[in-house]
């Protein structure tokens, strides 16, 4: 059974950057496709990025795109999410998910999740 571990998480100043990971262990990650969802308090959790299990499919949120980067390392059983030019509005707890699948943005499609980390960023 794979575990899922997010990290990287903290308070930053708005136009700051963060690098979420979401290490499994457990068994190899190297068949599942990941995402990272969010949800900030009183919202829906929704999908900000995802991966295939190769790394050459990809998708982004709309209000995410051209700031945040999604990159996995088989090898080391790690998914990542770098966070650039933070926004307040990208303020939520951040958790990746994962599914042997493809990718999909609907969270109740993913079987795995990480505990979560929170994001919390400061005008």
């Known amino acids: 059974q794979v575990q899922l571990l997010e990290s990287g998480g903290g308070l930053v100043q708005a136009g700051g950057s963060l690098r979420l990971s979401c290490a499994a262990s457990?068994?190899?990650?190297?068949?599942?496709?990941v995402g990272w969802f969010r949800q900030a308090p009183g919202k829906e959790r929704d999908a900000v990025a995802a991966?295939?299990?190769?790394?050459?499919?990809?998708y982004y949120a709309d209000s995410v795109k051209g700031r945040f980067t999604i990159s996995r390392d088989n090898g080391k059983n790690t998914v990542y999410l770098q966070m650039n030019s933070l926004k307040p509005e990208d303020t939520a707890v951040y958790y990746c998910?994962?599914?042997?699948?493809?990718?999909?943005?609907?969270?109740?499609?993913?079987?795995?999740w990480g505990h979560g980390t929170q994001v919390t960023v400061s005008s």
């Open positions: 998910a994962a599914r042997t699948l493809e990718i999909t943005v609907l969270p109740g499609a993913y079987y795995l």
């Open positions: 457990g068994r190899t990650f190297g068949g599942y496709a």
């Open positions: 991966i295939n299990w190769s790394g050459s499919n990809t």
